[in-house]
T-cell receptor
Framework: AQTVTQSQPEMSVQEAETVTLSCTYDTSESNYYLFWYKQPPSRQMILVIRQEAYKQQNATENRFSVNFQKAAKSFSLKISDSQLGDTAMYFCAFMKHKGGSEKLVFGKGTKLTVNP | DAGVIQSPRHEVTEMGQEVTLRCKPISGHNSLFWYRQTMMRGLELLIYFNNNVPIDDSGMPEDRFSAKMPNASFSTLKIQPSEPRDSAVYFC??????????????FGNGTRLTVT
């Protein structure tokens, strides 16, 4: 079974600075997808960024980027120029690649606080 | 696009009562997932459906939990009888299957269940 580990329960960063959230996973699959979701206090789950395992290039979405290290099974999220609205829980998630529907397995989350 | 719609937003009930949570997936999405979120266990997949058929219900904690998807636009998660340890936020999510990377999971706003 796949597992996802987020080793930082809580983190804080000053507004405008950069922060990196860690995620490691365990799988025997060779092809899969990885995701970061954000959950603000409103409780809604919002997709931040996604990465296909067979793509070596790290995904980037505006201020959000990932450092994907396949051999190390690591998938960290970097948030540049942090904003107050980035305060939220961040969840790393794994999904096997198959033709049909597959489930997402989530880590326990990292609570990020952006301080003014 | 109305998004995934869950009802009720909040539910407070007494131990032993039956609870029914409802979900309307995004039109055209053929995969539906029920997750439970608690502080202790994080986000756990309870069950998921593909084309209205349950694919994996290994996450359903006990026989007290049951889920149905009578058609493509509606699903229910029922707990009978409810217990205090069932208190959690229950999320429904949907996505278009067959293209995992390009079809991310869309979450509803969740139902916060409190069993006293």
């Amino acid at each position: 079974a796949q597992t996802v580990t987020q080793s930082q329960p809580e983190m804080s960063v000053q507004e405008a600075e950069t922060v990196t959230l860690s995620c490691t996973y365990d799988t025997s699959e060779s092809n899969y997808y990885l995701f970061w979701y954000k959950q603000p206090p409103s409780r809604q789950m919002i997709l931040v960024i996604r990465q296909e395992a067979y793509k070596q290039q790290n995904a980037t979405e505006n201020r959000f980027s990932v450092n994907f290290q396949k051999a190390a099974k690591s998938f960290s999220l970097k948030i540049s120029d942090s904003q107050l609205g980035d305060t939220a829980m961040y969840f790393c998630a794994f999904m096997k690649h198959k033709g049909g529907s597959e489930k997402l397995v989530f880590g326990k989350g990292t609570k990020l606080t952006v301080n003014p | 696009d109305a998004g995934v719609i869950q009802s009720p937003r909040h539910e407070v009930t007494e131990m032993g009562q039956e609870v029914t949570l409802r979900c309307k997936p995004i039109s055209g999405h053929n995969s539906l997932f029920w997750y439970r979120q608690t502080m202790m266990r994080g986000l756990e997949l309870l069950i998921y459906f593909n084309n209205n058929v349950p694919i994996d219900d290994s996450g359903m904690p006990e026989d007290r939990f049951s889920a149905k998807m009578p058609n493509a636009s509606f699903s229910t998660l029922k707990i009978q009888p409810s217990e205090p340890r069932d208190s959690a936020v229950y999320f429904c999510a949907s996505r278009r299957g067959g293209g995992s990377y390009n079809s991310p999971l869309h979450f509803g706003n969740g139902t916060r269940l409190t069993v006293t």
